[in-house]
């Protein structure tokens, strides 16, 4: 119970993005990308020391495993910012979790530990959305459209953060998964 609340607070908390202020970024991002385009990414394995990359609130945060987590300022280009627009928002429409759980067509489910959870959640034009899944849907890419588009969603934003210079700059994570 505890952790659906803690959840619900942080998406509604998300779910202000569209109407917060002005987002700051470098430069000028193209002219198809929404103003108010913004985007929160979460990728974790134990849910009290999340990787997120946040270009809102303009910030990096690593999963250090055994030293806790390290969270560092980023500001976004306006071309990156363009660039995932253009990675993220296909995915928009998608309405289930992208667990193995939904994603079964025979009712099996696929089994993966410690298993990793994700959750994209950005704004266009005013609406916010938010696709959650976790490590499961890698492994109905061949049979799902939705499958394919998250993980490849999931995938470039992962790869993006993992590449910037402030993630590069944070200590190596101590025991684990990076």
């Known amino acids: ?66 030293n806790g987590i390290k969270k560092k300022n980023y500001i ?3 071309s990156d910012l363009s660039e995932i627009y253009r990675n993220i928002y296909p995915i928009k429409n998608i309405k289930q979790e992208m667990t193995s759980a939904n994603l079964s067509k025979d009712g099996t489910s696929v089994g993966i530990s410690p298993m990793t959870y994700y959750v994209i959640t950005f704004c266009v034009d005013g609406i916010t ?11 109905y890419i061949d049979s799902s459209k939705e499958a394919a588009a998250f993980w490849q969603a999931k995938e470039f934003l992962s790869n993006f953060m993992y590449s910037t210079d402030v993630y590069k700059s944070m200590p190596k994570s101590d025991g ?3």
């Open 1 to 66: 119970m505890k952790k659906t609340l803690v959840l619900f607070l942080m998406l509604m908390m998300i779910g202000l993005l569209c109407y917060r202020g002005t987002l700051v970024i470098q430069g000028n991002r193209d002219e198809d990308v929404p103003q108010d385009f913004v985007i929160h990414f979460e990728s974790w394995i134990y849910d009290e020391r999340k990787n997120i990359f946040d270009t809102y609130d303009g910030y990096i945060q690593k999963d250090l495993v055994m």
């Open 76 to 78: 976004i280009t306006g």
């Open 129 to 139: 959305y938010t696709i959650k899944g976790d490590a499961t849907a890698s492994y």
């Open 176 to 178: 684990g998964y990076d």
